[in-house]
């Protein structure tokens, strides 16, 4: 999986994702249930770049900040 294959995948996580419970969130909960189409958005938007405009060894260090937000979402430290 490359990294721009991680920022998609994470960008589709965050699309598929459902929230119990949304309707009494706390205001901070609620605030980050709201950021995540534009989160998911800046992912794919990211990783489109990449594809097309970097070589897959360049990826990690071009997206560094990207890469660290998708695997939190996707659970992952590293590379997978």
């Known amino acids: 999986m490359t990294p ?3 920022l998609h995948a ?5 699309r598929a994702a459902t929230f119990r419970g949304a309707i009494t969130a706390t205001p901070a909960v609620a605030a980050l249930i709201s950021a995540r189409k534009p989160l998911a958005l800046w992912l794919e938007n990211t990783a489109t770049s990449l594809a097309a405009n ?3 060894g360049w990826q990690e260090y071009i997206a ?4 660290a937000v ?3 979402i996707l659970g992952t ?3 997978p």
């Open 4 to 6: 721009a294959d991680e």
């Open 10 to 14: 994470a960008a589709a996580k965050l």
């Open 54 to 56: 970097t070589h897959p």
């Open 64 to 67: 560094a900040d990207a890469l």
């Open 70 to 72: 998708a695997r939190a």
């Open 77 to 79: 430290k590293d590379r």
